[in-house]
């Protein structure tokens, strides 16, 4: 059974997905806060090596959004015994990149490292992160997979849940290791990582006791037996192959992007994380609702009114906007607060707060463009979702490039990169749900 489309319902599937990325927000400023009191050098590493990890994760996410979407639809044709060898099937393949992401991490990366940083001691100390945090891979998978299911369904209150549950271990966690309790030494950057990882193992097991507690898992044959198939396969590498790339293409272009700001000296780089990790509260509606569009998308793409998925667009960006200036408004009205939360060293809070409210309408972009791209990948055509990306991420990093090497321009300037980058992934998605046909795509 389709979701309704109201106001009041869209609301209800992405207030809990909000919240959770408020959550994950807090838990991103908490693991800011604690570091920039433990060392500078451990807070800018972190930041970036966070990235790096956060771009190959986005990889396994990109497969997980396929799932979604492919659960989503086959509900939406009420085809209640397909979702099993989907789910299944999502399980296999999202493990076997896990494997690959993990040893490319513990083998490759820290060379790379130490090759393109200028500061060897902070590549040093982004290593000592990554091969703590990249057992987060493995533990990952099951609340991957267990999160798309529940999106698919619709029943985003046990993401909210599990969200809850992985901030506050994570927050516990942190504080524990970085500054060390009881007889443990205090680990700093390692105790983050670590910290994250285990709370991404506990928080996989609360969502596989709550799946076990209702009863959609019966409805839908979840682990009912062992069931992958050649169908199910197909179909997630055909609509995840592009996910996957675009995912990673996207965080990618942070990385390189962040990386450029380390040549330009330290003190660039901690005041663009300080604006990184304040920026990523204004992704809490954004990302909520982006997650929220794939799911009605996918479940109303085979209904034969073709004036319901607009209104549904509409609606979704109408509440994005008014979710936007209710959370970040901060960043616009009293920006210093905010950086000081993530990082009192005074040295830094001017020029970040600086960035901050020039940054503000490239959020206001984002938000009204973002139902459009999703309505792309929750249509099927992640081919053209990817194309897109492919396109923006390109114009983002030469622009990047030009502003810092060619141009040597300031911070603030290089920062306006994001209105460049927002409004190209807005046109492009715009055009093609224009022009194109894009409601015919099968899978």
């Known amino acids: 059974m389709r979701l309704p489309y109201t106001y009041s319902k869209i609301l209800k599937v992405a207030l809990p997905l909000m919240l959770g990325t408020f959550i994950q927000s807090i838990v991103m400023?908490?693991?800011?806060?604690?570091?920039?009191?433990?060392?500078?050098?451990?807070?800018?590493?972190?930041?970036?090596?966070?990235?790096?990890?956060?771009?190959?994760?986005?990889?396994?996410t990109g497969l997980g959004d396929a799932s979604q979407i492919i659960m989503a639809r086959r509900i939406g044709q009420n085809q209640r015994k397909a979702l099993n060898p989907i789910f299944q099937s999502a399980l296999l393949v999202i493990?076997?990149?896990?494997?690959?992401?993990?040893?490319?991490?513990?083998?490759?990366?820290?060379?790379?490292?130490?090759?393109?940083?200028?500061?060897?001691?902070?590549?040093v100390e982004q290593m000592n992160f990554l091969t703590y945090r990249s057992f987060g891979f493995f533990f990952g998978i099951l609340m991957i997979v267990l999160n798309a299911f529940f999106l698919a369904i619709g029943k985003t209150w046990v993401i909210l849940i599990s969200t809850a549950f992985f901030a506050l271990s994570n927050i516990l966690l942190d504080y524990l290791l970085?500054?060390?309790?009881?007889?443990?030494?205090?680990?700093?950057?390692?105790?983050?990582?670590?910290?994250?990882?285990?709370?991404?193992?506990?928080?996989?097991?609360?969502?596989?006791?709550?799946?076990?507690?209702?009863?959609?898992?019966?409805?839908?044959?979840?682990?009912?037996?062992?069931?992958?198939?050649?169908?199910?396969?197909?179909?997630?590498?055909?609509?995840?192959?592009?996910?996957?790339?675009?995912g990673f293409i996207a965080l990618a272009s942070w990385t390189v992007f962040f990386t450029f700001i380390e040549q330009m000296g330290l003190h660039d780089l901690t005041v663009s994380q300080n604006v990184r990790f304040v920026y990523f509260l204004a992704f809490v509606p954004i990302f909520g609702f982006a997650a929220t569009t794939k799911t009605y998308i996918a479940q109303y793409m085979d209904v034969k009114d073709a004036k319901v998925i607009p209104i549904i667009i509409k609606r979704i960006q109408l509440l994005i906007l008014l979710f936007l200036l209710l959370i970040f408004h901060g960043a616009l009205l009293y920006p210093e607060k905010l950086i000081a939360i993530i990082n009192p060293n005074t040295t830094y809070i001017e020029d970040s707060a600086r960035i901050l409210r020039i940054m503000f309408g490239s959020i206001i972009i984002y938000g009204l463009v973002t139902p459009y791209f999703h309505t792309i990948s929750g249509s099927g055509n992640t081919r053209t979702s990817l194309t897109i990306e492919i396109i923006s991420t390109c114009v983002y990093i030469l622009y990047s490039y030009f502003a810092i090497y060619v141009w040597k321009w300031n911070i603030t300037g290089v920062w306006t990169v994001e209105y460049l980058y927002f409004s190209v992934v807005g046109g492009l998605s715009i055009a093609y749900l224009a022009f194109f046909n894009w409601r015919k795509k099968v899978y």
């Open 95 to 123: 493990f076997t990149v896990a494997i690959i992401f993990f040893i490319i991490i513990q083998t490759s990366v820290g060379d790379i490292l130490l090759s393109v940083n200028k500061s060897k001691e902070l590549a």
């Open 29 to 60: 400023i908490t693991d800011a806060a604690f570091l920039s009191r433990w060392s500078t050098l451990s807070f800018d590493a972190s930041g970036n090596a966070g990235l790096i990890y956060v771009t190959l994760f986005m990889g396994l």
């Open 178 to 246: 970085i500054f060390g309790f009881w007889e443990i030494e205090p680990m700093g950057i390692k105790g983050a990582a670590l910290a994250s990882a285990i709370s991404e193992g506990l928080t996989s097991i609360v969502l596989l006791i709550i799946l076990f507690n209702t009863e959609e898992r019966i409805k839908y044959r979840i682990f009912r037996r062992f069931e992958i198939s050649k169908v199910a396969l197909k179909n997630l590498l055909i609509v995840g192959s592009p996910l996957v790339f675009q």
